[in-house]
């Protein structure tokens, strides 16, 4: 035996390995589609019959009715490929005016220079100026388009007795608001939406009405009632006057008014016995007729007797506790305030002072006699009459008391005048 014949199965070997696969039937590597990706099995081995599907690049949509996969064959090749993945534009936009055509809105391939139609939803409707077609373009964006359908109108609202409609437009989508006058009440919504009814625009809700607002019947007193409306209604500004029985008073306001909110304005009055004290003013004079007894509400006036003067207020009232409120006044003897002396004329007069309620008035006398003795000595009897002490050949005065009334009193009918240094 030759010494190399050991060797030759190590040399068949690798050969062995590289024909392996084709022995147990398996493909090689799926082949590379431009712009896709296979999706591979783990592991990854390809015997006959696998079928590898392939996945568009980012940015890259599958051309329809074109395959994106590959099958092993017996013979070891993968099925025939094509390129099978464009660019493409993103699925058309939507918008709340339209939407795709039937036909358009299942698809998502769009290559550059594709072209979607649009319709107008319910409540649209074409606007023919404008166009209703977009276009995919180099850049794979959709062509801008001026809104081309236009919304509908819903009939025009009628008007609302007693109320308001306020509209800004009737156009589809748009709301109007309602509202009632002063005195009434809203019974129903108060908006309603222009929207489509069976296929047609219509106004949403049924159509409100204002209705009055009413009080309720006033309520009863004690000792008094009130006098009914004709039809028993009260509404919204309505007056409902109360009176009480005989030797009562009514405390409270007289008329109760139903208010905007459909409630009385105040409580109901009451009706009380209220009778206040005869009030006392020593030295004051009632002004007004009001005479005893003094029930509620009752409003003397007082003022005082001459040379009196009135603290506090000349009119009080009878409150619904019996008393007087404020307290009744007091008359309070004036103080005498005489207005400045008279002044009396005097040439050689010395001077003039007030002392107390007396007024002074000094003469200078003459050392010498005069001629007119007599007279002057009579004067001088005179005064001393008025009890004025005369110091002896230096000055006289004569004293006009104070009166109660507020005015200058002498006790002699004439005024001393100094002439001549001598008193006249």
């Known amino acids: 035996m030759s010494p190399a014949a050991p060797r030759l199965p190590l040399l068949l070997f690798p050969l062995l390995l590289l024909l392996l696969p084709a022995a147990h039937g398996d493909c090689p590597d799926p082949p590379e589609i431009p712009n896709a990706h296979p999706l591979l099995p783990d592991p990854p081995q390809f015997p006959t019959d696998t079928s590898i599907t392939y996945s ?33 534009c ?21 290559p550059v220079g594709s072209v979607v139609e649009y319709e107008c939803r319910p409540g649209y409707k074409r606007n023919f100026s404008r166009s209703s077609n977009l276009t995919c373009l180099e850049n794979l964006v959709w062509s801008k388009e001026p809104e081309f359908c236009i919304r509908k109108q819903c009939p025009s609202p009628p008007d609302l007795p007693n109320g308001q409609v306020h509209i800004t437009d009737i156009l589809f989508g748009s ?48 000792n ?38 459909g409630t009385w304005n105040s409580p109901p009055p009451e009706c009380k016995v209220v009778s206040c004290e005869n009030p006392v003013v020593e030295n004051g004079i009632p002004v007004n007729p009001s005479r005893p007894p003094y029930s509620y509400k009752a409003t003397p006036i007082f003022s005082c007797k001459s040379g009196f003067t009135l603290e506090g207020s000349a009119k009080i009232t009878c409150e619904s506790n019996s008393t007087w409120t404020p307290d009744p006044p007091k008359c309070l003897r004036m103080a005498i305030l005489c207005p400045p002396p008279p002044i009396l004329p005097m040439e050689h007069g010395n001077e003039i002072e007030v002392k107390s309620l007396y007024l002074e008035h000094w003469c200078l006398i003459p050392v010498r006699k ?55």
Request: with cysteine; charged share 20%; hydrophobic share 35%.
């Open 175 to 222: 709301v109007i608001h309602f509202s009632c006058n002063a005195g009434y009440k809203l019974i129903g919504d108060h908006s309603s939406t222009c929207e489509l009814v069976d296929n047609k625009l219509a106004w949403s809700n049924s159509y409100p009405e204002c209705a009055p607002i009413l009080c309720p019947s006033p309520p009863n007193i004690a």
């Open 224 to 261: 008094g009632l009130w006098q009914p409306n004709e039809n028993d209604e009260y509404p919204v500004g309505a007056s409902v006057p109360y009176t009480c029985d005989r030797g009562f008073s009514l405390v409270g306001n007289k008329d109760l008014v139903c208010g905007s909110d």
């Open 56 to 88: 568009c690049n980012k940015g890259f949509v599958k051309i329809p009715d074109k395959s994106n996969s590959v099958v092993c064959l017996e013979n070891n090749q993968w099925s025939e490929s094509t390129e099978f993945c464009n660019r493409s």
């Open 90 to 110: 993103d699925v058309p936009p939507t918008f709340r005016f339209a939407s795709l055509k039937p036909e358009y809105r299942t698809q998502n391939y769009f």
């Open 370 to 424: 005069v001629s007119h003795l007599l007279e002057t000595e009579i004067l001088f009897v005179k005064m001393l009459e008025a009890g004025v002490a005369l110091p002896q050949d230096v000055k006289v005065s004569v004293k006009i008391q104070k009166s109660k009334m507020d005015v200058w009193l002498s006790r002699h009918n004439h005024h001393p005048i100094c002439i001549n240094h001598t008193t006249i």
